[in-house]
């Protein structure tokens, strides 16, 4: 048990629908990241959030993706007008010490 | 040139031998670097961190960083059927630490 838990696990939607995925940190911790993995490659950035600032956005990260840290602890992703492409697993994890980062177990979207 | 690079594999080698894996980087500013296991269907899961050029052991995994050769390599000894996965290796990048991936090695130990 990493301490992040990510809901859904899994979603299935149909192109154009608009997705959310939350991420939540057991206890506080200062930064947070979302990746996105796709079917044979390492992780990629999308983005990260010290506290509530949202501090960096990957050149992946279009304008139908949004994310959110209200209060410092738990976040939110959205994509809006879902494509095929968008379809991956995407990854919420949070640094520890030593800039060590822990992954949570990751929601897995399909869009058809 | 990608910004992290692993040889995909896979790479299979007998039950009890030692596994090595490889990853090279582009960035020589580069000061942290770590060794992600990831199952088919899971997500990563943090095996190893190294910070100092050398050599880093805990159990049965080694970690070697050579930052003069931009080169990371993670070493198994005693190499397990249940160490059959696919090994990520991510460089820290810049001050935000954010983690760039290369695409994973997949190792397959035979019984």
């Known amino acids: 048990d990493t301490g992040v838990s990510q809901d859904p696990r899994h979603k299935i939607t149909k192109r154009g629908q608009n997705v959310t995925f939350r991420c939540d940190p057991i206890?506080?911790?200062?930064?947070l990241y979302w990746y996105r993995q796709t079917l044979g490659q390492g992780p990629e950035f999308l983005t990260y959030?010290?506290?509530?600032?949202?501090?960096?956005k990957s050149r992946l990260l279009s304008d139908r993706f949004s994310a959110e840290r209200p209060k410092g602890s738990f976040s939110t992703l959205e994509i809006q007008r879902t494509e095929q492409g968008d379809s991956a697993m995407y990854l919420c994890?949070?640094?520890?010490?030593?800039?060590?980062?822990?992954f949570g177990p990751g929601t897995r979207l399909l869009v058809l | 040139q990608k910004e992290v690079e692993q040889n995909s594999g896979p790479l299979s080698v007998p039950e009890g031998a030692i596994a090595s894996l490889n990853c090279t980087y582009s960035?020589?500013?580069?000061?942290?670097f770590f060794w992600y296991r990831q199952y088919s269907g899971k997500s990563p899961e943090l095996i190893m961190f190294?910070?100092?050029?050398g050599d880093k052991e805990d159990g049965r995994f080694t970690a070697q960083l050579n930052k003069a050769s931009q080169y990371v390599s993670l070493l198994i000894r005693d190499s397990q059927p249940s160490d059959s996965a696919t090994y990520l290796c991510?460089?820290?990048?810049?001050?935000?630490?954010?983690?760039?991936f290369g695409q994973g090695t997949t190792l397959q130990v035979k019984p």
């Open positions: 994890a949070i640094q520890g010490s030593s800039e060590t980062q822990y």
């Open positions: 206890s506080e911790h200062n930064r």
């Open positions: 959030f010290q506290n509530e600032a949202q501090l960096e």
């Open positions: 960035d020589r500013g580069s000061q942290s």
């Open positions: 190294i910070y100092s050029n």
């Open positions: 991510a460089v820290g990048w810049g001050n935000t630490g954010k983690l760039i």
